[in-house]
């Protein structure tokens, strides 16, 4: 076996294979898409470019992956593999404290992290990307939209001085669109493809069979699908009468037609609109239910109906649960379902399949995928009951009040089941994405899914290192069926897709020139951005028009924008909320902002005033927000408009009036200079600055109290009429203060 040799990679640390040197050295001349089977070693071409542009090039290198258990395996790849000292190779997460984070970037070679982080550090200004010679991104296919990779590829062309990216992902997608958006957004140039088929790919891949094992569905639970197809009939019926018809649509479909309903509903006022977009929450609904039923069973089923009836009886619960639990003909499909006894036959087969599997092969890998935590908890419990080694393997979010796998967690699963204490896994969508799960010897798909990308991810956790097995579960007659064909013929035309746009992209037709540059925008006015506001996406639109961002805990205000100026924000839905609910009450909110700032904004942010409270219950707190708060509403359309009236604001106030930000509430204790500050500049026509010269000049607020107009004016920035106000405000009795205006 042949091994890599470069300076900066370890001895035999890795193997030598034609075609990894061969994309390895298009993606040293040009920002390249790679596109590459799992386990055909894509982590080890970024290593070989990373290696290649450290030693000629010097700076550091940037690898994004979007999970933190796949920033910890990457982290851990490069250190066992490259000559640099383990402290120049640093894992970064948001659990890492923001000064901390500054520190370990400033002395590493190698930063490896996800996404959020390095966009947060970029916004608030802690690091720069001008010195980074290489970005790594790990499952590229994500790079649209919003999300993170976006924002960083567009901050590193603007910054670095030297920039190269490798994009690399098993499965981009079929979407032409959304993959034109991925090369567009990374600056991609070249395009490498290889899959199991080519020839110097043919030599390191170990073969794999598919099986389909289909399974009929019991007539009990045909009896409860048609019960819930019939409430599903009486949905379509009454979007009929609005002239909407939905019948036949699918899931994504019945989605977009929702949120195209939904704004049209807003501008339009209509109710009828509303009341279909409602009927489509509870189709959308229904539906979920008929998928359980088919490929899940009743365990998954009951789970689910559960959590729709706890929605329905919650104070604040959608009117479309509400509507599914308050109707006869769902609550007989309900009833009919608590009535059944019989177990999905999915379930028996999985057994019989994952039991014979360990019968005739016992040091046996297997790893079991299905769609939904509720269904993984029941085949492992299941699976336990047969004296099988088994353990989930699910995301660290909570859902539905059930705990999820803290990293910590799920790297000792892993390592159990690299080791043989676990022989069975039973994973979610997480055990799809780029984890280094050992290679298995039966993948079964409990579920078909309509991916390619989720397909091919999950098809290529075995046949890594010997050959494999795939199982497909499916339910005759159901979406199973449907969904499995869909996602052969995306992976298809993915690879269709992408040998014609690998064609058309030419070498250098998308020149990094004009991006590589750094930014000459300039950055004065400042915003402070309270941290729970850090994931609503405005704190990155301020940063792009070209404001400065400082984002930490505020006690009072979401935006802080000058020393007398501070916004809160309400989406429609959450000023709605703030209404009824006692803990959000918004009156109290607001009649605090004003307490700590003079000049206070709110700024309601949606299309319309959509919510399920009367449109004039909303309009009578506004207008008592106005009125009787005196705080100015400000509504926008979407987050967008919303940015740019806050850049607007804080431009106005540092800019043109020359104010500096200040955080009124910022600290639970002021230090004596800060309290003095403070007093001064609460004076009206006084901010910050004046009240800094006013106590140099005078030094204590006695002397600034018992000092003549003609002495205040003496000042600097201190005119007659501030003078007038102070001499005032120093002199008038408080029994007669109500005879003059502030």
């Given at each position: 076996?042949e091994y890599?040799s470069?300076p900066?990679?370890?001895?035999?640390?890795?193997e030598r294979?034609a075609y990894?040197i061969?994309i390895a050295a298009?993606a040293l001349m040009?920002?390249?898409?790679?596109?590459l089977?799992?386990g055909?070693?894509?982590?080890a071409i970024?290593?070989l470019?990373?290696?290649?542009r450290?030693?000629?090039?010097?700076?550091?290198a940037l690898?994004?992956?979007p999970?933190?258990?796949l920033?910890?395996?990457h982290?851990?790849?490069?250190?066992?593999?490259m000559?640099?000292?383990?402290?120049?190779?640093?894992?970064l997460?948001?659990?890492?404290s923001?000064?901390?984070?500054?520190?370990l970037?400033?002395?590493?070679k190698l930063?490896v992290?996800t996404?959020?982080?390095?966009?947060?550090?970029l916004i608030a200004?802690?690091?720069?990307l001008?010195?980074?010679?290489?970005?790594?991104f790990?499952?590229?296919?994500?790079?649209v939209g919003e999300?993170?990779?976006v924002?960083i590829?567009e901050?590193y062309?603007k910054e670095?001085k030297?920039?190269?990216i490798l994009?690399i992902t098993a499965?981009?997608?079929?979407d032409?669109?959304r993959?034109?958006?991925?090369?567009?957004?990374?600056g991609i140039?070249?395009?490498e493809?290889?899959?199991?088929?080519?020839?110097?790919?043919k030599p390191?891949?170990?073969?794999r069979?598919?099986?389909?094992?289909?399974?009929e569905m019991?007539?009990e639970?045909?009896?409860?699908k048609?019960k819930?197809e019939e409430?599903?009939?009486?949905?379509f019926?009454?979007?009929?009468?609005?002239g909407?018809?939905?019948e036949?649509?699918s899931?994504?479909e019945?989605?977009?037609?929702?949120?195209?309903l939904q704004a049209e509903?807003?501008?339009?006022?209509?109710q009828?609109?509303f009341d279909a977009?409602s009927?489509l929450?509870?189709?959308?609904?229904?539906?979920?239910?008929?998928e359980?039923i088919?490929?899940?069973?009743l365990?998954?089923?009951?789970e689910?109906l559960?959590r729709?009836?706890?929605?329905?009886?919650a104070?604040?619960?959608?009117k479309a649960?509400?509507n599914i639990?308050?109707d006869?003909?769902?609550?007989?499909a309900v009833?009919?379902?608590?009535a059944c006894r019989?177990?999905?036959?999915k379930l028996?087969k999985?057994?019989?399949?994952v039991?014979k599997q360990l019968k005739?092969?016992?040091?046996?890998?297997v790893?079991?995928?299905?769609?939904?935590?509720d269904?993984?908890?029941v085949i492992?419990e299941e699976l336990k009951?047969?004296g099988?080694?088994?353990s989930?393997?699910?995301?660290?979010?909570?859902?539905?009040?059930k705990k999820g796998?803290?990293?910590?967690?799920?790297v000792e699963v892993l390592?159990?089941?690299?080791?043989g204490e676990?022989n069975?896994l039973?994973?979610t969508?997480?055990?799809?994405e780029?984890?280094?799960?050992?290679?298995?010897?039966?993948?079964?798909?409990y579920?078909a899914v309509p991916?390619?990308i989720?397909?091919i991810q999950?098809k290529?956790?075995t046949?890594?290192?010997?050959?494999g097995?795939?199982v497909?579960?499916?339910t005759?007659?159901?979406?199973?069926?449907?969904y499995?064909?869909s996602s052969v013929?995306?992976?298809k035309?993915?690879?269709?897709?992408l040998y014609?746009?690998?064609e058309?992209?030419?070498?250098?037709?998308?020149?990094?020139?004009?991006?590589s540059?750094?930014?000459?925008?300039?950055?004065?006015?400042?915003?402070?951005?309270d941290?729970?506001?850090?994931n609503?996406?405005?704190?990155?639109?301020?940063?792009r028009?070209?404001?400065?961002?400082?984002?930490?805990?505020l006690?009072?205000a979401?935006?802080?924008?000058?020393d007398?100026?501070?916004?809160?924000?309400?989406?429609v839905s959450d000023?709605?909320?703030?209404?009824?609910?006692k803990d959000?009450d918004?009156?109290s909110?607001?009649i605090?902002l004003?307490k700590?700032y003079?000049?206070p904004?709110l700024?309601?942010e949606g299309?319309?005033?959509?919510?399920r409270?009367?449109?004039?219950?909303?309009?009578?707190?506004?207008?008592?927000i106005?009125?009787d708060?005196?705080?100015p509403?400000i509504q926008?359309?979407?987050?967008?408009?919303t940015?740019?009236?806050?850049?607007?604001?804080a431009?106005?106030?540092?800019e043109?009036?020359?104010?500096e930000?200040a955080?009124?509430?910022?600290?639970?204790?002021?230090?004596?200079?800060e309290?003095?500050?403070?007093?001064v500049?609460s004076?009206s026509d006084?901010g910050p600055?004046?009240?800094?010269?006013l106590l140099?000049h005078f030094?204590?607020?006695?002397?600034?109290a018992?000092a003549?107009?003609e002495?205040l004016?003496?000042v600097p920035k201190?005119?007659r009429?501030t003078a007038?106000r102070?001499?005032?405000?120093?002199?008038t009795?408080?029994s007669?203060?109500?005879?003059?205006e502030?």
């Open positions: 076996m890599v470069h900066l990679i370890k001895e035999k640390a890795i294979r990894q061969s298009t040009r920002n390249t898409l790679v596109i089977p799992t055909l070693g894509k982590t970024a290593l470019v990373i290696a290649s450290l030693h000629n090039e010097g700076g550091r690898v994004l992956a999970t933190k258990p920033v910890e395996q982290a851990e790849f490069f250190r066992k593999r000559k640099l000292n383990p402290e120049e190779i640093v894992a997460s948001g659990e890492i923001p000064e901390k984070r500054v520190e970037w400033k002395d590493a930063i992290s996404p959020q982080v390095v966009e947060n550090d200004g802690r690091i720069s001008e010195d980074v010679v290489h970005v790594t790990d499952e590229a296919h994500r790079a999300y993170s990779y924002y590829a901050r062309f670095a030297k920039p190269l994009a499965s981009p997608g079929s032409a669109e993959i034109k958006e991925v090369v567009k957004n990374l140039e070249e395009i493809i290889r899959t199991e088929a080519d020839d110097d790919v390191y891949v170990f073969g069979t598919i099986e389909w094992i289909k399974v019991p007539e639970l045909k009896a409860v048609q819930f409430a599903l009939k009486l949905r019926k009454k979007l009929e009468k609005f909407i018809s939905v036949g649509l899931k994504k019945l989605l977009a037609l929702q949120e195209s509903a807003a501008e339009s006022r209509n009828e609109l977009v009927i929450a509870e189709v959308l609904k229904i539906q979920h239910g008929i359980l088919e490929t899940q069973g365990d998954a089923l009951k689910y559960k729709l009836i706890k929605e329905a009886k104070r604040g619960g959608s649960a509400k639990v308050g006869p003909l769902f609550m007989d009833t009919k379902v608590i019989v177990e999905h036959p028996q999985l057994k019989e399949v039991k005739e092969k016992p040091e046996s890998r790893i079991v995928f299905t769609n939904f935590r269904t993984a908890e492992v009951e047969e099988i080694r088994t989930r393997f699910v995301g660290q979010a909570k859902r539905f009040e796998m803290s990293q910590k967690e799920q390592s159990k089941f690299k080791s676990i069975v039973v994973a969508s997480v055990g799809e780029g984890l280094d799960i050992p290679s298995t010897d039966l993948v079964v798909f579920e991916s390619e989720r397909a999950r290529g956790r046949g890594r290192a010997r050959e097995r795939i497909v579960l499916v005759k007659g159901t979406r199973d069926e449907v499995y064909w013929r995306k992976e035309a993915m690879y269709a897709r014609e746009l690998k058309s992209i030419k070498p250098r037709q998308a020149s990094l020139d004009d991006f540059k750094p930014s000459h925008q300039e950055v004065n006015a400042v915003v402070y951005v941290s729970r506001e850090s609503s996406g405005i704190a990155k639109k301020l940063n028009l070209g404001l400065a961002i400082r984002v930490q805990n006690e009072v979401d935006y802080v924008v000058s007398r100026v501070a916004i809160e924000r309400k989406t000023f709605a909320e703030s209404i009824v609910n959000r918004v009156f909110q607001l605090r004003k700590h003079p000049r904004v700024i309601i299309d319309g005033l959509y919510s409270l009367n449109p004039n219950a909303l309009r009578g707190a506004i207008a008592a106005a009125v708060i005196g705080i509403v926008t359309k979407n987050s967008d408009e940015a740019e009236f806050i850049a607007l604001l431009r106005r106030e540092q043109v009036r020359k104010r930000v955080l009124h509430a910022g600290k639970t204790k002021k230090t004596l200079k309290m003095q500050e403070y007093v500049s004076i006084v600055i004046i009240a800094k010269n140099q030094q204590t607020i006695e002397k600034i018992t003549s107009e002495e004016m003496e201190v005119g009429k007038e102070i001499r005032k405000l120093m002199t009795p408080y007669e203060a109500d005879k003059f502030s």
